[in-house]
């Protein structure tokens, strides 16, 4: 066979057949996890990924309150924010987002691995977060994402 014959698959938006996957948090280090959800939400774990594609899969996260930092992190570390205003810089650690939004932890760390832009912003929509162990997504069935990255 020629070489001509052979075509490059690009998947259509019409084409990606999208999961549910739920992972529990529990005693799991930050980063490592937010970089297995990001892999997942862009669907760089399956074979028909194209960049261009939103191909990824949906992910639920329980018990984001039960996850860790590595070393001083948890008192070290700072998220930044600006509001545009003169003085309007504010500095929190983990320590501080974790009394009042835990989830945050989470969602901060893998918007932060999502690509810039409204195609990464679509992909970050399919994450789920929630504190405790219930979740509103049983009708989906989702399943345990330890198989999947």
């Keep these: 066979m020629d070489s ?53 899969d949906f992910v639920v996260v329980v018990n984001a309150d039960k996850v860790r930092f590595t070393g001083r992190k948890e008192t070290d570390k700072t998220y930044r924010s600006y509001s545009g205003y003169p003085g309007g810089e504010r500095e929190v650690t983990p320590e501080d987002v974790r009394k009042k939004h835990p989830e945050r932890l989470i969602s901060k760390a893998v918007k932060g691995m999502m690509p810039n ?33």
């Design 4 to 56: 001509q014959s052979f075509k490059t698959f690009s998947a259509k938006p019409s084409d990606v057949d999208q999961k549910w996957y739920v992972v529990d948090a529990t005693n799991e280090v930050v980063g490592r996890l937010a970089s297995r959800i990001a892999h997942v939400l862009r669907g760089k774990h399956k074979p028909t990924y194209t960049p261009h594609v939103d191909t990824g």
């Design 117 to 149: 832009g409204s195609l990464g912003r679509q992909m970050f929509k399919k994450l789920k977060v929630y504190t405790g162990d219930e979740h509103p997504h049983e009708a989906q069935q989702p399943e345990p994402l330890d198989d999947v990255a």
